[in-house]
């Protein structure tokens, strides 16, 4: 079978499955097997195709048409222009948060504007904490765009840790990210050894050694903290495509109930560690904006604010610590 037969083919079979998006996933599913890029399948309609490209192909679309997500059985995932790991481990990261990097990138320069200081725009001497750091895109994608910041990502699952440290070496800013298993920015009292001074040496940790900014890291302040936490209620799982709730991590998806309740606490600690003039960055689940905001409306926050995504929905609750 040539190109154009094989992806009419496939094409037809996700859409038969109602599969979102189906002959995007379906191209996406064949330059994989391929190992080829977009340009060279249009261009090359009548190749054919070999018979174990074209049995691996099927058995790609036969699992996406069940229900398994595409960047499942790519393994990989695009965001702010760079490519992610993916495992069914952690959350695929999603085009919303990259808001999140927007908005922390702007916060950070007005700060520097205000303070009359010429624009660090390499981000000298920040130091910036993700939490929930997942495939470590927030971290990461920051970190790009700041080659002079340190950073201190956290997540509850070390499966998630080893797929960011991964993700940090892929995208060669292993030796600026500090990886560590924690329950937001708290560690279980003894769990922690000697942590790296943050900025100062290599990245040494292995994604399951404990440490923490409230023992080891006593001192520890940020200038930044960013956070993607889980924020879908339980009771909203039975409206969830099922690429979403049967394959993607339970612990990435739902922050309780409700799914604002993890906020409540990031924002106490966030109270606890951010330096004065400290930019805390949230994204919000969909309906997270009227429990959210208003704990926030204390006299340690100045400059609320909140940003909405593409499809008008309010994304991104940024805040400074007074
Ligand atoms: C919505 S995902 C976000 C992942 C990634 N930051 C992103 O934006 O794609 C939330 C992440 O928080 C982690 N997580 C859940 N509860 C946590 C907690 N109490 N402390 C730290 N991380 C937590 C999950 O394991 C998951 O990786």
Not at 136 to 164: M, N, Q
Not at 211 to 239: C, K, V
């Amino acid at each position: 079978m040539d190109v154009r037969a094989t992806l009419k083919n496939g094409i037809a079979k996700l859409r038969e499955a109602d599969v979102p998006s189906f002959t995007l996933a379906a191209e996406l599913l064949l330059l994989h097997v391929l190992g080829r890029s977009r340009t060279w399948l249009y261009a090359h309609p009548e190749e054919i195709i070999s018979d174990a490209e074209l049995q691996h192909f099927f058995e790609l679309i036969n699992r996406r048409a069940a229900g398994e997500p595409t960047q499942h059985l790519t393994g990989k995932q695009e965001f702010w222009g760079l490519e992610f790991e993916v495992t069914p481990e952690v959350l695929i990261p999603r085009p919303e948060t990259e808001h999140v990097i927007e908005v922390a990138l702007d916060r950070l320069a007005l700060r520097e504007i205000r303070a009359g200081r010429p624009q660090k725009s390499a981000g000298e001497g920040l130091q910036i904490a993700d939490i929930g750091t997942g495939s470590g895109c927030i971290a990461i994608a920051l970190a790009k765009e700041l080659p002079a910041a340190y950073f201190y990502a956290t997540d509850i699952s070390p499966a998630a840790l080893a797929v960011a440290q991964r993700n940090a070496q892929r995208n060669a800013v292993e030796d600026r990210i500090h990886f560590t298993e924690a329950n937001l920015l708290t560690i279980p009292v003894g769990a922690q050894q000697a942590a790296p001074q943050l900025g100062n040496t290599a990245n040494s940790a292995s994604p399951a050694v404990h440490q923490s900014p409230a023992t080891a890291h006593q001192s520890q302040l940020f200038d930044l903290i960013a956070s993607n936490p889980p924020y879908i209620g339980r009771r909203e799982a039975p409206s969830l495509p099922r690429e979403v709730r049967d394959h993607e991590p339970h612990s990435a998806l739902f922050g309780g109930e409700e799914g604002y309740e993890l906020y409540a606490d990031l924002i106490i600690q966030s109270t606890q560690h951010l330096k004065p003039g400290g930019i805390l960055v949230l994204e919000l689940g969909h309906n997270s904006l009227p429990a959210v905001q208003p704990l926030l409306d204390t006299p340690a926050w100045a400059n609320v604010g909140v940003t909405n995504d593409l499809a008008g929905i309010p994304r991104v609750l940024a805040a400074e610590r007074l």
